[in-house]
Each structure stands twice: as structure tokens, then as C-alpha cells.
T-cell receptor, first 115, second 114 residues
Framework: DAGITQSPRYKITETGRQVTLMCHQTWSHSYMFWYRQDLGHGLRLIYYSAAADITDKGEVPDGYVVSRSKTENFPLTLESATRSQTSVYFC??????????????FGSGTQLSVL | KNQVEQSPQSLIILEGKNCTLQCNYTVSPFSNLRWYKQDTGRGPVSLTIMTFSENTKSNGRYTATLDADTKQSSLHITASQLSDSASYICVVRAMDTGRRALTFGSGTRLQVQP
């Protein structure tokens, strides 16, 4: 039972480069999310998707692009990486039957460093 | 602005001891509150969820309480074990039919020492 997997686990890149973080889930959950986690901050929502081909902005979407052509995949792209995007990125999924009881299942994260 | 504040930021206790972590929130209108455990280098894992009408919920040695009137929650860990060393994150959901309406606290880092 693979669940939700993220790749790569660690990534170092340079300012201005394009970077894509991958997320794959095996549960066929409808909803998928991208969060970033920075020291001293709670997790902040970047983008989310309610289904294939349906995406929407979260709290901090600037500088990021997402797509969801298949239910199981939800890649996050940094079009031109900046140092402020150095962070740990978490992908999550949920199968919402009742929003009040929604449970998020998180991947193990991608630690991204932008030099 | 919706906010979730957790205290203390970090805590060190001896194995076998009990501890209580605090969460204060200003999220409105309130829907539910969830506690997550995050081991180092891993994603958060859900421990408990509490709605407005619930004031206590247990999951093994973890007991969460909720006072919706004062907008406070606590997570009590009984007879701590080394495996309890982790960050504990309080997450509050607002009533929102559109965007995913979650506000995350910055967590309490717990270290259990032998």
C-alpha cells in the first residue's frame, strides 16, 4: 500500500531555474493539495485540486504552477525558482465525503533548497 | 484573520511523564479542530478530530479537549514514550463551502528523553 509518494526527497537548485516536484497517490482520492512548511510558520496552502483538470489557488500561490491531468498525479512547478521558495513541500490528499470530517493524508515531503 | 497559536513552542520531558500541549484559535465560524503528529522528516499524521459539540476525544495515550466557548484546545499525552518525540500541530477548519478552509498552527516540538 504505497499511499502518497513525493519525489524527489531532496532537491537543490539555482535561482531562476524551473523545478517540478512530483506527487502520486494510489487511493484515487478526489482532492489533492500542495503545502509549504517554513520554520516558525504553520503549513500554508499553495494550490489544491478537487478533481482531474480542476485546480484552485490557496493562500500562497505566486510563483507556482500546478496541473492535474490524472487523478493520481499532482505535480507542482516552480517556474523560476527564488530563494524565498526554499522550504519543505508537502503533498496531501483526501477523499471528502463530509467536509467536516475530512482527513488529510500527507506525503513525506520534498526539501527544496534554492541557492 | 484566522489564526492558530500553540504553546509551548518546544518541550522536553522524561519518558513515562505526562504532558499537555495548548492550542488557542481565532478561526470563525468554527467547524472542527484536528491534532496532527509530525515525526522528523515525515508528513503530519492525524491523531484526533473534534467538532463543536465534542469536548473530549481520545486516541490511545492521546487525549484532546476542546472548549469552543474560549476557543482553546489541549492535547494531553499520558505515560510518554520515546516514540512520542515529534512535533504536534493543531489545525482548525472554518465553515467554508469553497476553498479548503484550514488554518495550521506552527506546532509544539516535543522531545521525550530516557
Amino acid at each position: 500500500d504505497a499511499g502518497i509518494t513525493q519525489s524527489p526527497r531532496y532537491k537543490i537548485t539555482e535561482t531562476g531555474r524551473q523545478v517540478t516536484l512530483m506527487c502520486h497517490q494510489t487511493w484515487s482520492h478526489s482532492y489533492m493539495f500542495w503545502y509549504r512548511q517554513d520554520l516558525g510558520h504553520g503549513l500554508r496552502l499553495i494550490y489544491y485540486s478537487a478533481a482531474a483538470d480542476i485546480t484552485d489557488k490557496g493562500e500562497v500561490p505566486d510563483g507556482y504552477v500546478v496541473s492535474r491531468s490524472k487523478t493520481e498525479n499532482f505535480p507542482l512547478t516552480l517556474e523560476s525558482a527564488t530563494r524565498s521558495q526554499t522550504s519543505v513541500y508537502f503533498c496531501a490528499s483526501s477523499e471528502v465525503r463530509h467536509a467536516t470530517n475530512e482527513k488529510l493524508f500527507f506525503g513525506s515531503g520534498t526539501q527544496l533548497s534554492v541557492l | 484573520k484566522n489564526q492558530v497559536e500553540q504553546s509551548p513552542q518546544s518541550l522536553i520531558i522524561l519518558e513515562g511523564k505526562n504532558c499537555t500541549l495548548q492550542c488557542n484559535y481565532t478561526v470563525s465560524p468554527f467547524s472542527n479542530l484536528r491534532w496532527y503528529k509530525q515525526d522528523t522528516g515525515r508528513g503530519p499524521v492525524s491523531l484526533t478530530i473534534m467538532t463543536f459539540s465534542e469536548n473530549t476525544k481520545s486516541n490511545g495515550r492521546y487525549t484532546a479537549t476542546l472548549d469552543a466557548d474560549t476557543k482553546q484546545s489541549s492535547l494531553h499525552i499520558t505515560a510518554s514514550q520515546l516514540s512520542d518525540s515529534a512535533s504536534y500541530i493543531c489545525v482548525v477548519r472554518a465553515m467554508d463551502t469553497g476553498r479548503r478552509a484550514l488554518t495550521f498552527g506552527s506546532g509544539t516540538r516535543l522531545q521525550v528523553q530516557p
